[in-house]
C-alpha cells in the first residue's frame, strides 16, 4: 500500500469507515481515457466505472457512475432524480464543487454528498472499480460496502 500520505481522500473515507478495497495505480494515466487506464491494469471494462457529475434543471447537483466504456443517457437520468433535464457541468465547475479534478473525480470523498446514482450493471459483479481520486488511481471495493460511505439509487443509466 505505501506511506499513508500515498492515500487517496477517497481511500482515508474508506478506511475510517472500515471497509475492504484494494486500490489499482495506472503509471502515465494522464490523458487517457478511463478505458485506456483499465486495459492497462488488465481489468474487466465492465466492472470499471467512471463518475459523471450534473446539473439539472432546478439547478441542483446529482452523481453518476457509469461503466467507463458506456455513455451516460441523459434523459433516463434525469428521470431517475426526478428532473425536467439535466447536463453535464462544464470542466472547470468540477475542482470547486467536488474537490476533484476531471479524470479523477469519485463518488466518494466529495466536498458535499449530492444524489448518486450508479449504473444497474455495478449490482452484478462483487467488486466494482471506480476513480480513488486521482488521476490512474483505482479503487475496487464491493458495492455494498460503498453503502456504509454514501447513499445511492441503482438503475439503468446508460445509452442502449
Same mark, same amino acid.
Given at each position: 500500500?505505501?506511506k499513508?500520505d500515498? =492515500?487517496?481522500?477517497?481511500c482515508?473515507v474508506?478506511?475510517?469507515?472500515?471497509?475492504?478495497y484494494?486500490t489499482?495505480?495506472?503509471p502515465? %494515466?494522464?490523458?487517457? /481515457?478511463g478505458?485506456?487506464?483499465?486495459a492497462?491494469?488488465?481489468?474487466?471494462?465492465?466492472?470499471?466505472? =467512471?463518475t459523471?457529475?450534473?446539473v439539472?434543471?432546478?439547478?441542483k447537483?446529482?452523481?453518476?457512475?457509469?461503466?467507463?466504456?458506456?455513455?451516460?443517457?441523459l434523459?433516463? %437520468? %434525469?428521470? %431517475?432524480?426526478?428532473?425536467k433535464?439535466?447536463?453535464?457541468?462544464k /470542466?472547470?465547475e468540477l475542482?470547486?464543487l467536488?474537490?476533484?479534478?476531471?479524470?479523477?473525480? /469519485?463518488?466518494?470523498?466529495?466536498?458535499?454528498?449530492?444524489t448518486?446514482t450508479?449504473? /444497474?450493471?455495478?449490482a452484478?459483479y462483487?467488486?466494482?472499480?471506480?476513480?480513488a481520486?486521482?488521476i490512474?488511481?483505482?479503487?475496487?471495493?464491493?458495492?455494498?460496502?460503498i453503502?456504509k460511505?454514501?447513499r445511492?439509487?441503482?438503475?439503468?443509466?446508460v445509452?442502449?
Open positions: 500500500m505505501g499513508s500515498d =492515500k487517496t481522500n477517497v482515508r474508506l478506511d475510517q469507515k472500515k471497509v475492504p484494494k489499482h495505480v495506472c502515465d %494515466a494522464e490523458g487517457l /481515457s478505458v485506456e487506464i483499465v492497462k491494469l488488465g481489468q474487466n471494462p465492465a466492472q470499471a466505472f =467512471k459523471l457529475v450534473t439539472g434543471k432546478t439547478g447537483n446529482y452523481v453518476f457512475v457509469v461503466p467507463v466504456d458506456k455513455e451516460l443517457d434523459k433516463k %437520468a %434525469a428521470k %431517475a432524480v426526478g428532473e433535464s439535466i447536463e453535464m457541468i /470542466s472547470k475542482l470547486p467536488t474537490g476533484y479534478i476531471h479524470g479523477g473525480c /469519485s463518488p466518494i470523498g466529495m466536498k458535499k454528498f449530492f448518486t450508479f449504473h /444497474s450493471t455495478a452484478d462483487d467488486t466494482i472499480m471506480f476513480s481520486g486521482k490512474g488511481h483505482q479503487v475496487e471495493v464491493n458495492l455494498r460496502d453503502e460511505v454514501i445511492f439509487q441503482i438503475t439503468d443509466i445509452v442502449d
